[in-house]
Antibody, heavy 125, light 107 residues
Framework: QLQLQESGPGLVKPSGTLSLTCSVS??????????WGWIRQPPGKGLEWIGS???????FYNPSLKSRVTISVDTSKNQFSLRLSSVTAADTAVYYC?????????????????WGQGTTVTVSS | SYELTQAPSVSVSPGQTARITCSGD??????AYWYQQKPGQAPVVVIY???ERPSGIPERFSGSSSGTTVTLIISGVQAEDEADYYC??????????FGGGTKLTVL
């Protein structure tokens, strides 16, 4: 069974860079039919898609975050990573990694049992 | 980018039918997906491609689509269905968007 696990610092200073890694186990990240994505949820608020990456390295990002976001993949480690620069308190959130169904954009969604448990990142000095 | 609009809250009594709507221009051409999220847990997809139900999701969950509005229907609501529900879609460029979420309260 596929499992995803987020890891990284739980506290980041304002203006710094948030870095998280998602480790994939129970399956290969080298899937032709899936993307790998990051979603976040500020405290008490809704879900926000950050961006997604294909194992070949192609990426697409939320336009509202695009200037600050980099998502990369390391197939040798079966991991993908998120970097968010110039963070502020507004970036405080639970960050989830998840597998996204691929193909045509009409079919982009995050399937059953292919989410990480989420990791809380707080931006504070 | 576009937006998906949901009512902030819906309340129903046990056994009744809950209808949670989501509206957005892209929904006329793109599929919608629905997620259930309980406190402290990751979201779980309950409906995909407007009206398909994943394996393991109770039959009381269904979905419909009409024009720019999609609806999640929960028939015979149970106490365990109390949760936040989010719609999600993607535009043709691949930008994924979530609705703001609807809190379902079972009275």
């Amino acid at each position: 069974q596929l499992q995803l696990q987020e890891s990284g610092p739980g506290l980041v200073k304002p203006s710094g860079t948030l870095s998280l890694t998602c480790s994939v186990s129970g399956g290969s990240i080298r899937s032709n039919t899936h993307y790998w994505g990051w979603i976040r949820q500020p405290p008490g608020k809704g879900l926000e898609w950050i961006g997604s990456v294909y194992f070949g390295g192609s990426t697409f990002y939320n336009p509202s975050l695009k200037s600050r976001v980099t998502i990369s993949v390391d197939t040798s480690k079966n991991q993908f990573s998120l970097r968010l620069s110039s963070v502020t308190a507004a970036d405080t959130a639970v960050y989830y990694c998840a597998r996204m169904e691929g193909g045509d954009a009409a079919y982009y969604y995050f399937g059953m049992d292919v989410w990480g448990q989420g990791t809380t990142v707080t931006v504070s000095s | 980018s576009y937006e998906l609009t949901q009512a902030p809250s819906v309340s129903v009594s046990p056994g009744q039918t809950a209808r949670i709507t989501c509206s957005g221009d892209a929904l006329a051409k793109q599929y919608a997906y629905w997620y259930q999220q309980k406190p402290g847990q990751a979201p779980v997809v309950v409906i995909y491609k407007d009206s398909e139900r994943p394996s393991g999701i109770p039959e009381r969950f269904s979905g419909s689509s009409s024009g720019t509005t999609v609806t999640l229907i929960i028939s015979g609501v149970q106490a365990e269905d109390e949760a936040d529900y989010y719609c999600q879609s993607a535009d043709i460029s691949g930008t994924v968007v979530f609705g703001g979420g609807t809190k379902l309260t079972v009275l």
